[in-house]
């Protein structure tokens, strides 16, 4: 804090030359022949900065402005009269009328020195105060017409003594806490008679700020401005008491601090009789490195001004590692360093179709990206998302990208990430803080342009600590992540050059922000077919490889993997279809270790043997029994096919529902039955047997939550046919989601579904009208054996699927 009283600039011996002696204080005889002088009527105008003029006081000031030295010669050489003002900014550099203050004091000018640096210093001491009329020029200076300013009288009554007499009381308290003031300045103020002067003598002497002096000057009445500089110093002395106060409490630290810094000027001097200091040995080796590196000069001018601070502080203090971990991230990161693209589109089908079998629409747009990216010559483009069911080779494809385009692969999970700290890093000053887990993983890559495989960005979380998700927008977002914040580094990173390739199991759990950003590319679940094909080029191989077997050793058929694919799992990848293939592969590593007798070839009594028993597929059960209809379902595994289950019982119409359906699914159950009561007579029924019978819908495997709209029409077809007691056709099943009026409308997961109605045996199969260009996109080799009724309204899907034959032994409906 500065001290309460600026004395700098007087000299209480006085000033005497050759032509003036003055003494910076006055008698009340001085200023009354002061006020009695006559005020010009128009002055030159000379605007101060940071100083406020008072009556009667002596102060230096130093001009630089040309217009102000022309002011000061000119009035030198005249009869040494201007008026001083005050700039209301003192950023100003040439201030126009507005910008001043309109209330100023009559100076005389005492004495001018010219100064080395070619500023002009000039002693100047006020007389009166006046006011300004209206400006009169404005070159070759600022000159203004100006009245008296009329203030009040100075009261005489006891109270006003005893505010005077408070006043001086408080300044020699302020400058007795205060050691660096002069013993003089007591002295001063005692010796002043005015009580007016002695206002002006410390309110001109105080540091206050230029508004809070102009207050004072422009106070008319004696009293209110004798009551504004007590106000102000009454804040000061409390300000130095404070002071003070804590600076007798902290002594005792700073002496030992001072006896640490010694002993460590001690040990600095035993470091470099050793050989060096390890400190000086670490900041050179710093900028060794930093010779190497290719950063802006933003960076560049931050490492600097960081290993500046470094070699400032103290190695035993505890911000000493953290700035070193902070230099050496600066250094770590990979900036504007990158590896030279390889565009070699012919290649990146080769290595695509090396890594993958199938997945033909998902490689052609790879490839088209790709190209996209080889003419625009940049990475601002959509950022791909790779979505579908776990094990179908999302994350692998990323590495064969990386390895086509000759890239480093970066791959960073983000399930159940849920601190956006995480991501953006947390600030320096925390202990242990370090850098976001994206840069992170360039450090890691060591350029700033890999292919950057975000996993599971669908897992994303959020709670207290923010939400990743949304921090994530940046990221993915190419207009803004060329200015990526990292809360450690404190600095924009470029990551507009990474591919970013993100992949998830599903859509519904994205932020809809972040879904928007990214491009979607379906990956689909593949088909037995597909499957084996898989295992044969890719799965046993590698399983051979890792557990040190010979092709020879073990031989796994065609229709062992077939066996092992319908029996034994049920996804539509193939990570768990690997895990079997790697328990038969260790079946045959423990039978070459313990040297016993075994078939490499594996027969299907050696499947179970190894595999235990496996479970039936899901296949059609019939018709025999009414109200049971196949519905397709798609999961977050793949397709698999739903049995809708009804039956009915004498009552009043009650109806329930069971098999733990969500509900969307309950409320197509209720809509298939009020379609079924309301076009009663299409089925030749009475409309009062839906009063007279009680129905109760299952869907098996109740543990299993289901939910969803797809399952509508299947419902439907399964109250039709319980209470018409009509067959339901054979080998059929059907997807769609029904309304009130009887439309039938698309739902998704086509091609998964499919393929769980070719493992099921199923024939044909009913979709809504909307769906059939879904079909019309699927591969024709998975649509083999397959029949498809495209419907648009309700009453179709019955007219198509219930016989016109009952079933056997049917319940009388009346």
């Not at 009869?79 to 126009?96: A, N």
């Not at 193939?574 to 038969?584: F, N, Q, T, Y």
Request: with cysteine; glycine share 6%; charged share 30%.
């Amino acid at each position: 804090m500065k001290n309460s009283f600026n004395f700098d600039h007087l000299n209480f011996s006085g000033l005497i030359d050759d032509e003036t002696e003055f003494i910076p204080l006055m008698t009340s005889e001085d200023e009354e022949n002061m006020n009695s002088e006559e005020t010009p009527d128009e002055l030159p105008i000379l605007p101060l900065k940071n100083t406020v003029l008072f009556p009667g006081v002596v102060i230096p000031i130093t001009v630089g402005r040309d217009k102000s030295i022309k002011l000061i010669q000119d009035a030198n050489k005249g009869d040494k009269t201007i008026g001083v003002v005050s700039q209301l900014d003192d950023k100003i550099e040439d201030p126009v009328f507005e910008q001043m203050n309109k209330v100023g004091t009559v100076a005389r000018i005492l004495k001018m020195f010219r100064m080395p640096d070619g500023n002009t210093t000039v002693i100047i001491q006020g007389k009166k105060r006046f006011q300004i009329i209206e400006l009169t020029a404005t070159e070759p200076y600022h000159k203004a017409k100006v009245e008296d300013y009329e203030v009040g009288e100075v009261p005489t009554d006891q109270a006003f003594t005893a505010l005077i007499d408070s006043i001086k009381d408080m300044s020699f308290r302020i400058i007795d806490n205060s050691p660096n003031l002069p013993s003089e300045a007591s002295f001063a103020i005692k010796n002043i008679e005015s009580p007016s002067f002695l206002i002006n003598f410390i309110a001109s002497n105080m540091n206050a700020t230029v508004a809070q002096k102009q207050q004072i000057l422009s106070e008319k009445d004696t009293k209110e401005r004798a009551l504004l500089l007590l106000t102000h110093l009454s804040k000061d002395l409390q300000m130095l008491e404070l002071k003070n106060d804590i600076q007798s409490k902290v002594k005792t630290d700073i002496d030992k601090q001072q006896k640490e810094y010694f002993l460590h000027q001690q040990m600095k001097m035993i470091q470099e009789e050793l050989g060096g200091n390890p400190q000086e040995q670490e900041i050179a080796e710093y900028k060794k490195r930093a010779l190497k590196k290719k950063w802006t000069k933003e960076v560049k001018e931050r490492f600097e001004k960081e290993l500046n601070k470094l070699q400032r502080m103290n190695s035993s203090s505890a911000e000493y590692s953290v700035q070193i971990n902070y230099i050496e991230t600066l250094l770590d990161l990979p900036w504007s360093e990158y590896t030279k693209d390889k565009f070699d589109l012919k290649k990146a089908q080769k290595v695509l179709d090396r890594d993958h079998f199938g997945l033909k629409e998902v490689k052609k747009r790879i490839i088209e990206h790709l190209a996209v990216l080889k003419l625009k010559g940049d990475m601002k483009s959509p950022i791909l998302c790779l979505y579908g069911p776990p094990g179908v080779g999302k994350t692998s494809l990323g590495r064969s990208i990386a390895e086509a385009l000759g890239r480093k692969y970066v791959r960073m999970s983000l399930g159940g990430l849920r601190d956006e700290a995480e991501l953006r890093g947390h600030r320096k000053t925390y202990i242990g803080a370090m850098p976001g887990r994206i840069l992170q993983s360039l450090k890691k890559s060591k350029t700033s342009n890999p292919v950057f495989v975000l996993d599971e960005i669908d897992k994303l979380g959020s709670d207290h600590h923010g939400d990743p998700s949304s921090a994530m927008l940046e990221v993915l977002d190419p207009e803004q992540n060329s200015t990526f914040y990292d809360n450690f580094i404190e600095m924009d990173y470029d990551l507009s050059k990474i591919l970013f390739i993100a992949t998830a199991n599903s859509l519904s759990t994205i932020q809809p922000a972040l879904r928007d950003r990214m491009e979607i590319i379906e990956i689909n679940g593949y088909t037995v077919e597909e499957k084996v094909e898989i295992a044969k080029k890719h799965l046993i191989p590698t399983l051979l490889e890792s557990h040190g077997i010979k092709k020879t050793d073990v031989v796994i058929s065609k229709e062992i993997i077939e066996k092992v694919c319908e029996e034994y799992t049920r996804e539509s990848g193939v990570r768990g279809l690997e895990k079997k293939l790697a328990s038969i592969v260790r079946y045959a590593a423990k039978s070459i270790a313990l040297e016993e007798d075994y078939n490499p070839k594996i027969s299907v009594a050696d499947l179970q043997s190894i595999l235990g028993p496996g479970h039936s597929k899901d296949k059609y059960q019939g018709n025999d029994v009414a109200g049971v209809v196949t519905g397709l379902a798609w999961t977050s595994v793949g397709g698999d096919i739903l049995f809708i289950e009804t039956s009915l019982s004498k009552g009043k119409g009650k109806f329930t529902l069971t098999g733990n359906l969500g509900n969307v699914m309950k409320e197509s159950a209720t809509l298939a039955l009020e379609y079924l009561k309301a076009h009663s007579e299409a089925l030749g029924l009475d409309a009062e047997v839906f009063e007279n019978w009680n129905v109760h819908l299952h869907v098996p495997e109740g543990a299993t939550p289901k939910d969803g709209p797809s399952a509508g029409i299947s419902m439907m077809t399964a109250l039709a046919s319980a209470f018409t007691q009509r067959k339901v056709k054979r080998n059929l099943a059907m997807t769609g989601e029904i309304t009130l009026r009887g439309r039938v409308l698309p739902v998704g997961g086509i091609k998964e579904k499919i393929l769980a109605a070719k493992r099921a045996d199923i024939k044909e199969i009913i979709l809504s009208i909307d769906n059939k260009k879904d079909i019309d996109e699927i591969d024709a080799a998975y649509l083999k054996g397959l029949k498809f009724h495209y419907v648009t309204e309700m009453i179709e899907v019955i007219d198509l699927a219930l016989l016109k034959t009952k079933v056997d032994n049917p319940i009388k409906i009346s």
